[in-house]
């Protein structure tokens, strides 16, 4: 729950209530932009960005190298997979 | 020669750990005590334990291992309020999956589940949200862990619910912040940390001057650190480098992610929502003034609490339980006489056993139970 994950923002979902859809790993989730969105420029430039997501929350922007070294660093040390499930609403054994 | 392949950039590991060898020998020339770096959160806690980075540290170099993990604070008296509202009928009790399993004086939350209450494991706030939206008749709480990092997302998750009129939801509120802790504990008397490598992801949202008053009123330097393990070794570096010039500077390593103001959108969330709490207790260390926060007033429809008259319980430390001095960095996992004996993960009596990010458990799953020769 502290560590971030990576995804791409995939589509904005609803501008007025400023939720997104975002690809982590291939899990498709829908995550709220309100700490990512910056007042003087459209959600709708969002898209296609990578934001570093915690618990359902896009928290900050990170560039795509960033991202991809911190999936390679969760991978690591295991802490992907559990994530990953917790996010599709699986309930780890 | 150390080990370094598995390291993103070998070369960049071998050259880091040399200059913190360097560092570390010119620092012995004039200090005869070791060097004793705190990382403060759990995250890099894992990371030290995960790339054994604590046995390829010079002899005059030690790792105290921090309270930034808030699973392994949670004290036993919280999780017992947590089960007596899961308990109620017709709630819903939602968690992070990383708290089911701290023990109370009652037991746990799946043991509580097993035994017939409705506890669900949920990735987000969100979700509880929506469990609340698809189930009108029930009551649906979400106990609201975690330092600044999850604290914005849970203000966020009450002003929607807010926002659309949803009356079966609440949270028990359990967000902690760091900064009054690190204060009280560099107050104690033999708190022996000679700088810390400060914590990553609560700083993306706080920023890096909070931290100010630790170089300035007690003369530490701190290092705000991302989580591979080349940004532990390379912040290390920066902090050794800093003693050994006798300074006390916060410096941010994790640039990449931490803005020096913080997230202006997450504090302005948090402020909306939250006030300090009087004093909060932690696991280990005890009552801790201005650490916790609790809904404002004007929320009082979604903090659990209220909704359901909770008499906050408090409940002692196991007596055998020696958390505090690791959290504290006063001994090291393996001192504490339950390690791997009365303590293990199957069976963990502290709460440093429980999360990955926990020293004790990092301990136990990357060096086992023997001590390291
Ligand atoms: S071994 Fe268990 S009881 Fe001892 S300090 Fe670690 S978590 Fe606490």
Known sequence: MCLGIPGRITAILDEAGMTAEVDISGVRRVVDVVCVAHADEPLSDLVGRWVLVHVGFAMSRIDEAEAHETLRLLGQIGELDGELAAMRGIEAA | ?373
């Not at chain 2, 807010?162 to 504990?185: D, K």
């Not at chain 2, 991302?226 to 640039?255: C, T």
């Open chain 2, 1 to 373: 020669m150390r080990f370094v392949d598995e390291f993103r950039d070998p070369e960049l590991a071998r050259s880091l750990f040399e200059a913190i060898d360097h560092a570390a020998a010119r620092i012995a020339r004039t200090r005869a005590t070791p060097v004793t770096v705190m990382e403060v959160c759990g995250g890099h806690t894992h990371t030290i334990f995960r790339y054994a980075l604590e046995t390829r540290m010079p002899d005059n170099i030690e790792f105290a291992h921090g309270p930034g993990c808030p699973v392994c604070v949670l004290p036993m008296g919280r999780i017992d309020d947590a089960i007596s509202i899961a308990r109620q009928p017709g709630v819903i009790f939602t968690t992070f999956g990383d708290a089911m399993r701290v023990p109370g004086a009652q037991g746990t939350l799946i043991q509580a589940r097993a035994a017939g209450a409705d506890v669900r494991m949920v990735y987000s706030p969100l979700d509880a949200l929506a469990l609340a939206r698809a189930n009108p008749q029930r009551q649906v709480v979400f106990f609201a862990l975690g330092f600044e990092t999850t604290a914005p997302s849970t203000a966020l998750t009450v002003l929607r619910a807010a926002a659309e009129g949803i009356s079966n939801f609440s949270m028990l509120c359990q967000h902690i912040t760091i900064v009054p802790t690190l204060r009280a504990l560099l107050s104690q008397p033999g708190f022996n940390v000679d700088g810390f490598i400060g914590p990553g992801h609560v700083s993306m949202v706080i920023g890096t001057h909070p931290y100010d008053f630790i170089a300035e009123t007690f003369h530490r330097p701190v290092v705000v650190a991302g989580f591979e393990p080349l940004d532990i070794l390379q912040s290390l570096h920066m902090v050794l480098r800093q003693i050994e010039a006798g300074e006390a500077r916060v410096e941010n390593q994790y640039g990449r992610v931490v803005p020096p103001d913080g997230n202006a959108a997450a504090m302005a969330a948090m402020d909306r929502v939250y006030e300090t709490r009087p004093e909060c207790e932690w696991r280990g260390l005890g009552a801790i003034a201005g650490s916790g926060l609790q809904l404002r007033a004007q929320w009082r429809d979604f903090d659990a609490e209220r909704r359901f008259g909770l008499v906050p319980r408090h409940v002692a430390d196991p007596a055998a339980s020696r958390c505090g001095d690791v959290l504290t960095g006063r001994i090291r996992p393996r001192d504490c006489a339950a390690f791997g004996t009365t303590c293990t993960p199957d069976q963990p009596l502290g709460a440093l056993m429980v999360s990955s990010e926990g020293a004790c458990a990092a301990c136990y799953e990357y060096e086992g139970v023997g001590r390291a020769a």
